[in-house]
Nanobody, 127 residues
């Protein structure tokens, strides 16, 4: 009943852009912190970005800072990850995640803190 559905993945050339979407069903994202993680073949899952409930606070991994932008539209119950200047090193399965917060305006790139996960979206960067 509580689901996050991802879309927007695919194949893109180096230097290209992509926007991932994460739509919530069964609950309102208004009360949830949202984060994005990714996992490349043979690599451990790593935190990419997160955004607080209000959207006023965000965090980015050093490897993506300046290229990735996280946002949310609570009225549409959807979160987004805009990915620019893609390189082959960005190839991975990207997951959105959400966690309910009673209060506060922070977020974190720590996977065990998130209770709800999307199914993953494959992003492949290749020429």
């Amino acid at each position: 009943q509580l689901q996050l559905v991802e879309s927007g993945g695919g194949l893109v050339q180096p230097g290209g852009s992509l926007r991932l979407s994460c739509a919530a069903s069964g609950f309102s994202l208004d009360y949830y912190v949202i984060a994005w993680f990714r996992q490349a073949p043979g690599e451990e899952r790593e935190g990419v970005s997160c955004i607080s409930r209000s959207g006023e606070n965000t965090k980015y991994a050093d490897s993506v800072k300046g290229r990735f932008t996280v946002s949310r539209d609570n009225a549409k119950n959807t979160a987004y990850l805009q990915i620019d200047s893609l390189s082959p090193e960005d190839t991975a399965i990207y997951y959105c995640a959400a966690d309910r917060r009673l209060f506060g305006n922070a977020c974190e790139l720590y996977a065990p803190r998130y209770n709800y996960w999307g199914q993953g979206a494959q992003v492949t960067v290749s020429s």
